[in-house]
């Protein structure tokens, strides 16, 4: 009897790895960790059909993963726990050490990421003490305003190239989006690049910087 409870406790465990099993499932819990979303807007992230994505979202619900609030005709999801998100940076890292493929994944998915100089979180903190860089939360508005590095500017990547002669030519611009497995910081400091300014690239971005033990705006 003693055993069967035990297999029953990891059992129970095994939800939660089975409910994480899947691509989509983590591309959706990676997307609620930045922000609260509904169905229909979580769809269009992970390019799939609206009964798709609900269905894995059940399936994460389930598993008390997300939670999800309903706002009039929509059900707004977010995640149950930042335990959740915790566990997502941990199955990030366990892969990264222990599966050579993942590097190689990365590079043919970020193209540019080698192209950019790096700043480090310390670093950027006394830079922008001294105010010569400007930092850019380059991910959609609602991921900034869900919780953004303190002193970002919003400046979504897609608007970059109309948007440029916003920013001040004597200052280096720093970038950052979701984190080092998101390509968006990359595509806008190419296009600033382009254009003549002197740029970095900050691999962390919310998830990272907080799990580091810094704060969030």
């Known amino acids: 009897m003693a055993h069967q409870n035990k297999k029953n406790l990891y059992r129970l465990f095994a939800q939660i790895a089975n409910a994480l099993a899947n691509p989509h499932?983590?591309?959706?819990?990676?997307?609620?960790a930045q922000a609260p979303r509904t169905v229909e807007e979580l769809s269009r992230e992970v390019q799939l059909s609206v009964a798709n994505t609900s269905q894995h979202l059940q399936r994460l619900k389930q598993a008390r993963l997300v939670?999800?609030?309903r706002e009039g005709q929509y059900m707004r999801y977010y995640l149950a726990d930042p335990a959740v998100a915790h566990l997502w940076l941990?199955?990030?890292?366990v892969a990264d050490q222990q599966l050579a493929e993942v590097e190689r994944a990365l590079d043919a998915y970020r193209t540019r990421r080698h192209e950019f100089e790096g700043i480090t979180a310390v670093e950027l903190q006394t830079r922008?003490?001294?105010?010569d860089v400007i930092l850019l939360d380059v991910r959609p508005?609602?991921?900034y305003e869900t919780a953004h590095i303190p002193g970002a500017i919003s400046l979504p990547w897609t608007e970059v190239a109309q948007r440029q002669q916003e920013?001040?030519?004597d200052k280096t611009i720093v970038a950052y989006c979701r984190g080092p497995y998101c390509v968006y910081a990359d595509?806008?400091?190419a296009e600033l690049t382009q254009a003549?300014?002197?740029v970095v690239r900050l691999e962390e971005g919310v998830l990272e910087w907080q799990e580091a033990g810094y704060e969030l705006a």
């Open 187 to 189: 595509e806008a400091l």
């Open 167 to 169: 920013l001040p030519r």
């Open 90 to 93: 941990q199955l990030r890292t």
């Open 141 to 143: 508005v609602v991921e």
């Open 25 to 32: 499932r983590l591309e959706l819990v990676d997307l609620l």
């Open 67 to 69: 939670t999800a609030v």
């Open 196 to 198: 003549g300014w002197q």
């Open 128 to 131: 922008l003490e001294k105010d």
